[in-house]
């Protein structure tokens, strides 16, 4: 099993910014993708980010040129720096990792930008 510790969350004005990290650990053996998810209320879960092993990289298109995401394999954590927030980036956004061909899901964190 997997587990995926997300932090970074919080407050934030519109045009601020926040760093997301997510920390996986227990059988990570076989690591592959691992990136990030929201979802806002009333919204079905969108894909936001993800970062392969390799680093490749693929971002949402409301997201590209705002958000970085990045990965440290030594230490199993992926990041997401967020820039230049809007208020409709408010969300809980979850950590997502894939593992021989598994999904595993963090708890989420709250994101919420306001105007």
């Known amino acids: 099993q997997v587990q995926l510790v997300e932090s970074g969350g919080g407050l934030v004005q519109a045009g601020g910014s926040l760093r997301l990290s997510c920390a996986a650990s227990?059988?990570?053996?076989?690591?592959?993708?691992m990136g990030w998810y929201r979802q806002a209320p009333g919204k079905q879960r969108e894909l936001v980010a993800t970062i392969t092993v390799g680093g490749n990289t693929n971002y949402v298109d409301s997201v590209k040129g705002r958000f970085t995401i990045s990965r440290d394999n030594a230490k199993n954590t992926v990041y997401l720096q967020m820039n230049s927030l809007k208020p409709e980036d408010t969300a809980i956004y979850y950590c997502?990792?894939?593992?021989?061909?598994?999904?595993?899901w963090g708890q989420g964190t709250q994101v919420t930008v306001s105007s």
């Open positions: 227990g059988n990570i053996f076989g690591l592959n993708i």
């Open positions: 997502y990792a894939q593992r021989l061909g598994f999904s595993h």
